[in-house]
């Protein structure tokens, strides 16, 4: 990687972490059109925006008639997610559609910051929402192949890394040990995509001068605003796609992260707690698998543990009682009681307290 001090242009894709809050930054420039916002976060001091949209896609998308303009990073509002959403999202777009591409990459990251390590923006404006659409897919039509290689790549690295490809050979070495091992033996393609990053050093020290202009309540209003941009890691810059995965890749390693595969729709995610296997991604009908996964879990168990299936038939019943009888203070008092020791039951066998025996036996003893 190449290494520059004391300077941020407005160049490339720039991005860096925050291990305490496990967050990236981000910052590029962006076309609001196709349903997208910017929404700065004020409860965070101004300092971070967040791309919302619509779940519908771009293809379903009335463009308007008139002119649309880049808007361009500002140093200290960048976009902000958990880390390792970037390579998340690069690995689980459908780059063979361009429309696919947009909903779930280009719109939020861009397109043209990438070109095998040669840069060429788009214009700053167009005339209209679809001559910037046509010319998004033409630049789509030119480095999908590319970006499809790219994606191949980390995949075979995240399923190795991570073992998810079943690789039983290396499964007591962490993920931490078999990316460096990679790294050093060139092992899987690793070698194209960690060579053309810019590490941008960016501190306190570079920005002395102009701190010493300020009054000290001044400077103390100023460092609410640096010490986010400072504090966090080193800034890394490029216009490869592939390096940027490799950054993003690292920190999630580096940060003791994990990366799974959704035991649901198959995508790659990044866990919150150690024990979940359905990812927490939208889907067009506002759901997750997370939430899909839970309902389905449930209904198996209801259908497989008697203990549970009594629970339900027994709740039903009491409940549909109570309304029919809404007057009946004592009906209700007896269903709250009942619900309360209910479910006290069932937490204590989802923690393993009582066999799905004792379950039953609780359930049948007191409907």
């Not at 976009?79 to 998340?88: A, D, H, Q, S």
């Not at 190795?160 to 070495?173: A, Q, S």
């Not at 995509?193 to 590490?199: E, G, P, V």
């Not at 592939?242 to 580096?254: H, K, S």
Request: hydrophobic share 30%; net charge positive; charged share 30%.
């Amino acid at each position: 990687m190449k290494k520059k001090q004391k300077y941020i242009g407005d160049y490339g894709f720039l991005i860096w972490f925050n291990s305490d809050k496990k967050e990236e930054y981000y910052l590029t420039p962006f076309y609001d059109f196709g349903n997208l916002t910017q929404v700065l976060d004020s409860s965070m001091l101004k300092l971070k925006l967040e791309i919302q949209r619509s779940t519908n896609s771009i293809s379903n998308y009335k463009f308007k008639k008139q002119k649309i303009e880049k808007t361009p990073f500002v140093v200290y509002t960048p976009y902000v997610e958990k880390i390792g959403t970037f390579l998340m999202h690069f690995l689980n777009t459908d780059f063979s559609c361009f429309e696919k591409a947009f909903d779930s990459f280009y719109c939020y990251y861009g397109i043209e910051f990438v070109d095998c390590y040669e840069p060429k923006e788009l214009k700053k404006e167009y005339e209209t929402e679809q001559i910037l659409f046509d010319e998004l897919k033409k630049v789509h039509n030119l480095r999908s192949e590319r970006f499809i290689k790219i994606q191949k790549d980390f995949k075979n690295l995240v399923d190795f890394v991570y073992n998810l490809n079943n690789n039983n050979e290396y499964d007591n070495y962490s993920p931490s040990e078999k990316l460096t091992a990679c790294i050093i033996k060139n092992r899987l393609n690793i070698s194209d995509y960690k060579n053309n990053t810019t590490i941008i050093n960016y501190t306190f020290e570079d920005n002395i001068e102009k701190y010493n202009k300020l009054t000290f309540n001044e400077l103390l209003e100023e460092m609410a605003y640096d010490s986010f941009l400072l504090n966090t890691s080193n800034i890394y810059s490029s216009y490869s796609l592939g390096d940027l995965c490799f950054v993003v890749l690292n920190q999630i390693v580096r940060n003791n992260l994990t990366i799974r595969t959704c035991q649901n729709c198959g995508k790659y995610y990044i866990p919150n707690k150690l024990n979940e296997i359905y990812c927490d991604f939208l889907q067009k009908d506002g759901s997750t698998c997370r939430e899909k996964g839970a309902g389905e879990t449930y209904k198996k168990n209801l259908e497989s543990i008697p203990g549970l299936l009594e629970y339900r038939r027994t709740y039903n019943k009491k409940f549909n009682a109570m309304s029919r009888n809404l007057k009946d203070t004592k009906l209700k008092k007896e269903f709250a009681e009942w619900k309360k020791l209910a479910q006290a039951k069932v937490k204590e066998y989802k923690q393993g307290s009582i066999t799905e025996d004792e379950l039953y036996q609780w359930m049948i003893e007191n409907k």
